[in-house]
């Protein structure tokens, strides 16, 4: 059983190494009051465009981490006071984050509670840089939340950051899909 143990993880490591090299992923810290989770990619795309692509969110959106199921209900509004708000099919919705700082191609940073943290007296910053680099665009995301989580908020460090990962996986791969020249 070792045996087998040993070469899954490293089948796991090595898919890692090969596949994972343009993100990464890490819970940086944690406790019971906290979390830091941070998202960095790399995009072979001008920062303006990485920037812009990310406000694109309901193109690239997982559905599965709305609220209403359709991805197409996100809307995220790239301006101070700006909302990353989902509209509710049968009205109503919900305010993710607010934009409270916007530098255009190179910083933005959002508050409030992603998903379940909403329903706990906890908040969040949302921090993401658009650094250029050399063939494209570093894209950073530091996610730090704070506060009271029943049960402590270092055991929703891990699945917080895993939620994150994805989404940031399937922005990377809309923002290398090619566009059309205006």
Known sequence: M???IMRVAAAIFLATAVHGQSAQAEVVSSGPNGFHVRQSVQI???QDAAFSTFGQVSSWWNPEHTYGGKAESLSLSLQPGGCFCERFPTGGGIEHMRVTYVD?????ILTGSLGPLLHEAT???????FDRIAGGTKVMMDYKVSGFANGGAEKLAAAVDAV????FKRYREYA???RPQN
């Open 2 to 4: 070792t045996g087998e």
């Open 44 to 46: 072979v795309i001008p």
């Open 104 to 108: 255009p191609g190179k910083r933005l």
């Open 123 to 129: 908040t969040g910053v949302l921090d993401m840089k």
């Open 164 to 167: 994150l990962a994805e989404q």
């Open 176 to 178: 290398r899909k090619p």
